[in-house]
C-alpha cells in the first residue's frame, strides 16, 4: 500500500508565493520520478514540472523561471516553489509519482488526493 499526502495549496494574491508538498509512504522500494500536475476548472490535466531520481527537473513552458521542483530522496518527498503566483495558476495541483514496491516488481503511477491553489488578482 502507498499514500501520497500533499500539502500546501492556499489561496494567495497575484505576485504570492507558496511551497508545495507531497510525500510518499508504504511499501515503497524504488522511486523514479515525481512531479506535479494541475487541472483548473473545465480544463484537462496538465503536467506542471517533473523531476527524476537523479534531480533533472523538467518545467511546462507556463511556469518556467517562476517554479521550482526538488526532491529529497531520504524522505520520498517531492516539493513544488512557486513564486510570482499568477491568476491562471489557479487550478487543484496533483502529486504524481512512479515507483516499484519490490525487486522485480514493476513500476506503477500513483497520484495524490490534490491541493487547492486559488491565486486572486
Known amino acids: 500500500q502507498v499514500q501520497l499526502v500533499e500539502s500546501g495549496g492556499d489561496l494567495v494574491q497575484a505576485g504570492g508565493s507558496l511551497r508545495l508538498s507531497c510525500a510518499a509512504s508504504?511499501?515503497?522500494?524504488?522511486?523514479?520520478?515525481m512531479g506535479w500536475y494541475r487541472q483548473a476548472p473545465g480544463k484537462q490535466r496538465e503536467m506542471v514540472a517533473t523531476?527524476?531520481?537523479?534531480?533533472?527537473?523538467n518545467y511546462a513552458d507556463s511556469v518556467k523561471g517562476r517554479f521550482t521542483i526538488s526532491r529529497d530522496n531520504a524522505k520520498n518527498t517531492v516539493y513544488l516553489q512557486m513564486n510570482s503566483l499568477k491568476p491562471e495558476d489557479t487550478a487543484v495541483y496533483y502529486c504524481?509519482?512512479?515507483?516499484?514496491?519490490?525487486w522485480g516488481k514493476g513500476f506503477n503511477d500513483y497520484w495524490g488526493q490534490g491541493t487547492q491553489v486559488t491565486v486572486s488578482s
Open positions: 504524481h509519482v512512479v515507483l516499484t514496491t519490490g
Open positions: 523531476i527524476t531520481s537523479g534531480g533533472s527537473p
Open positions: 508504504g511499501s515503497i522500494f524504488k522511486l523514479n520520478p
